[in-house]
């Protein structure tokens, strides 16, 4: 919430004025609990997540403390505002609570997306290159926080590889993740290789590399 109030001290200032400058460690008997203000959730709900009620005995760090109770449940409930806190006597050592809220309605929920973190690249249908390879050419470590970007860009470095070799195979590749727990994944790389007719001096060339 973006204007809750959570200065103890200043509450506490307010409250001792309204109680006459009582000692702090003063103990009140609450006959009565107030709330004004909510729109989002009900004073049933905001009276239950406080740590005292009608009969208890408090002192004013209780009631400061009652303020955060009721910004708690106004925060599950994603409402923005304010509150604030005040204390009437109605005798002596007997006391009205009273909660105002500044309700501003809900907003929706934020929600942070973490970068998935890669655990594993497995290679498949890779027959002419060591996955070794394909894996370092890749860039990508166990470890890393991956992002479409980098995905893209390590496909785009692992048929690089299949290129510069020359060899007499042309490579189809797609790629896969798979969700693992605490956020980390396995990627499989997907690799169909197809043989392609090559010119004799190019047939040359790679046995002379492959002897290499």
Not at 38 to 46: D, E, G, Y
Not at 67 to 72: L, R
Not at 77 to 90: C, E, S, W, Y
Request: glycine content about 8%; hydrophobic content about 40%; charged content about 20%.
């Amino acid at each position: 919430m973006t204007k809750t109030i959570t200065a103890a001290a200043l509450a506490c200032a307010a409250l001792l004025a309204s109680a006459g400058a009582a000692r702090a460690d003063t103990t009140y008997t609450v006959d009565k609990i107030t709330i004004t203000g909510n729109k989002t959730v009900s004073t049933q709900a905001l009276l239950d997540g406080l740590s005292f009620h009608k009969g208890s005995h408090v002192t004013q760090a209780d009631i400061v403390a009652g303020q955060e109770d009721v910004g708690k449940t106004l925060k599950a409930a994603n409402v923005v505002g304010g509150i604030k806190t005040g204390m009437r006597q109605l005798g002596k050592s007997h006391v009205e609570v009273v909660y105002t809220i500044d309700d501003q309605g809900a907003q929706a929920p934020i929600v942070n997306h973490l970068a998935p973190v890669l655990h594993a690249q497995i290679f498949e249908g890779n027959k002419s290159v060591a996955s070794d390879k394909l894996a370092a050419a890749s860039g990508l470590t166990v470890g890393d926080k991956l992002t479409n970007e980098k995905i893209a860009a390590a496909e785009a470095a692992i048929g690089a590889v299949y290129k510069a070799a020359k060899l007499p195979v042309s490579a189809n590749l797609s790629g896969t993740t798979q969700a693992l727990p605490g956020g980390q994944v396995d990627v499989t790389w997907h690799i169909t290789e197809t043989k392609v007719k090559r010119k004799s001096h190019d047939v040359e060339d790679q046995r002379e590399q492959l002897e290499q």
